[in-house]
């Protein structure tokens, strides 16, 4: 199954493409940019020069896999919708994959390793962080702590929790993968209350994240949608656009007013 996969949830743009068989994943190409609010100029071409590199005329895809976010709005909307579009063009199905689990899966490649713990985070802007928590075994995941956003200091003190189960011998280590959270880089101290074993930005694990929606999807993490089911893939926003929560907090100090 030749398959193309992309996400633009968050500063990482990411595309790659390659086959998947019998649970094994052959990566023929692929690439990344971290260029913030240039993906929709970027992602069209930089797919179609994946498919080049690759020697894949885009008729000969047989699924595309998409990462649905938690992400930025914009973001995670372009590369669902281009999904969607493809698909429908070209007549085939759609996987639809948590970015946060793919990051996870981009900092963790490693099928043989006994136990990590990963927990993702992507600044969400007022000191909150989308996030999750996932542990990996031999190669399988399991959510311990669902995609949502949380405060960064909620986030700090779950991963002090998993820190203490550190002090046990069969205690796995803890991988933070983070964004660099430029916007806001004062809350960066409160998750460096949480001891970890080793921290990945976003830009060391970006060229790996389409490979990773890859293997993600040979291991069988969602369903594929056919058909008129494509539809129905929606972004994964996590919050709502910072403008309507302008609006809800203008409303609220007007209705205070006397």
């Known amino acids: 199954m030749v398959v193309l996969t992309m996400d633009t949830a968050t500063d990482a743009l990411s595309v790659a493409v390659g086959r998947i068989e019998d649970g094994a994943v052959e990566v023929s190409a692929a690439a990344a940019s971290l260029v913030p609010r240039g993906h929709s100029r970027l992602l069209q071409p930089l797919a179609m020069q994946v498919c080049q590199t690759a020697g894949i005329e885009p008729r000969e895809l047989e699924g595309i896999v998409v990462g649905v ?8 909307r372009l590369a669902v919708s281009t999904a969607k579009a493809m698909a429908l063009v070209l007549g085939v199905p759609v996987l639809p994959v948590s970015t946060l689990r793919a990051l996870a899966e981009a900092s963790c490649p490693d099928q043989t390793a006994a136990s990590w713990l990963v927990m993702p985070l992507v600044y969400a802007r007022r000191r909150r962080a989308f996030g999750a ?15 949502r956003v949380r405060a960064v200091e909620e986030w700090s003190s779950r991963m002090a929790a998993q820190a203490a189960r550190l002090s046990q011998p069969e205690g796995p280590p803890l991988c933070l993968v983070t964004d660099d959270f430029r916007e806001s880089h004062h809350v960066l101290p409160e998750l460096r209350l949480a001891p970890v074993h080793m921290r990945a930005p976003l830009a060391a694990v970006a060229g790996g994240l389409g490979p990773a929606l890859l293997r993600l999807a040979a291991a069988g993490a969602a369903t594929w949608r056919r058909g008129d089911e494509v539809h129905e893939i929606e972004p994964m926003y996590g919050l709502a656009v910072e403008a309507e929560v302008k609006l809800e907090e203008a409303k609220g100090r007007g209705h205070g007013q006397v």
């Not at 976010?69 to 995670?76: A, E, I, K, L, Q």
Request: proline letters at 4%; zero cysteines; charged letters at 20%.
């Open 69 to 76: 976010g938690p992400g930025s709005y914009t973001g995670v």
């Open 133 to 147: 928590l996932y542990h990996k075994q031999f190669g399988v995941w399991r959510t311990l702590e669902e995609e």
